[in-house]
């Protein structure tokens, strides 16, 4: 049953260059600053809600109709949002889903953030292709430019992946070959992923160094999702190198580009991003085009790869930019995109199989 208070009352977003949008204040009653990026999804709000890169950022949803079968117990991504703040042109206050427990608004008052709708999303979305990265704040008020450029400089001071990641060690049994998962901001999906092919996984903080990695004694390892500046993790880099050279590694996301970091690579933020369940991308050794789900505002540099370690092994199709690598001699590979999807098609999900693949090509080899 829905809950009499609906609505705050009136919102606003302002830029950092000074345009103010008006709408409606729906979820909690507080101010929402961050990055104001775009998702072009037609489903997965409840996924984005949840999904820990969207760490300290706005999301603009290009769909028009945003909560029309409300929010279910399954589909969460994590069990608190990282999100600053939604931005929609119409929230659907009566949803319709058998699944359903509660509106997007209710969630939304229940977890702490705000969301305003009634706003045109696509001058929204126009902005940020044409001006690349925008900061904006949602607030009961308009602001000065001066404020949202002081809330800026205190948003870039933090350490988002610190925030998202898992705290102490944590075990999941499984029958199968044992996944050390390092935790950079990692969704839900991806961990249901390995246990559903049997894998035992150790979930572990994003700091956990070589020797402790080590200690685990895992058939793999794999860097997981998460949000933020990759170059920020600069520091954990080579412990991270000596533990990848000595396990069959999987790296999805900020986990792909820190992978290429720790081979003296470098990133560089897009204009606007890649974020969405449609997203083309090809694989050069077959030129096989799948649709992936995509969740990310960096890239890996080509330019800058050490070619003596790393290939490229996908493309974007729209942009050209850096979607998979491989090592040259080591089973260690990466995505940017996500084959576990959530949202978004699953049409790379046999990524999970060739990363079990390897380890038991190793594993057999360890045994021989």
Not at 199 to 214: E, G, S, W
Request: proline share 5%; glycine share 10%; charged share 20%.
């Amino acid at each position: 049953m829905s809950r009499e208070k609906k609505e705050i009352g009136v919102g606003y977003l302002t830029l950092e260059s000074g345009e103010v949008f008006t709408g409606t204040l729906y979820g909690a009653p507080i101010t929402g600053f961050g990055e104001v990026v775009f998702h072009t999804g037609m489903t997965g709000y409840q996924e984005v809600m949840t999904d820990p890169s969207f760490a300290g950022q706005i999301v603009t949803f290009t769909y028009p109709l945003i909560g029309n079968y409300g929010i279910n117990e399954r589909d969460y991504e994590a069990a608190q949002p990282a999100l600053t703040g939604m931005i929609v042109s119409e929230l659907c206050l009566e949803p319709s889903h058998y699944e359903s427990t509660k509106t997007l608004a209710e969630a939304a008052e229940d977890f702490g953030f705000p969301i305003l709708a009634g706003i045109d999303t696509r001058t929204i979305t126009k902005r940020v292709r044409q001006n690349g990265p925008v900061f904006g704040v949602m607030s009961d008020h308009p602001l000065a430019v001066e404020e949202v450029v002081a809330m800026r400089y205190k948003h870039a001071k933090k350490s988002l992946v610190a925030n998202v990641s898992s705290q102490q060690v944590e075990r999941h049994p499984g029958a199968g070959e044992h996944v050390v998962l390092v935790d950079l901001g990692m969704k839900q999906s991806i961990l249901d992923s390995l246990l559903e092919m049997g894998c035992r996984v150790t979930v572990v903080p994003f700091d956990t160094n070589f020797a402790q990695i080590k200690a685990l004694q895992p058939d793999g390892l794999m860097f997981s999702n998460g949000p933020g500046d990759p170059e920020h993790l600069l520091a954990y880099c080579s412990e991270w190198r000596k533990a990848v050279e000595q396990y069959p590694t999987l790296g999805i996301c900020l986990g792909h580009q820190v992978l290429a970091l720790m081979y003296g690579g470098k990133t560089e933020k897009l204009a606007y991003g890649h974020r969405g369940s449609n997203h083309p991308v090809k694989e050069l050794m077959t030129g096989k085009v799948y649709l992936t789900s995509q969740n990310h505002g960096y890239v890996v540099k080509e330019e800058a790869l050490d070619k003596r370690y790393l290939a490229v092994s996908y493309r974007n199709v729209n942009d050209g930019s850096v979607e998979g690598l491989r090592h040259l001699s080591l089973p260690v590979f990466s995505v940017q995109f996500h084959p576990e999807a959530h949202p978004g098609p699953s049409d790379t999900s046999h990524i999970f199989h060739q990363f079990l693949q390897s380890m038991r090509v190793v594993g057999a080899k360890n045994y021989a």
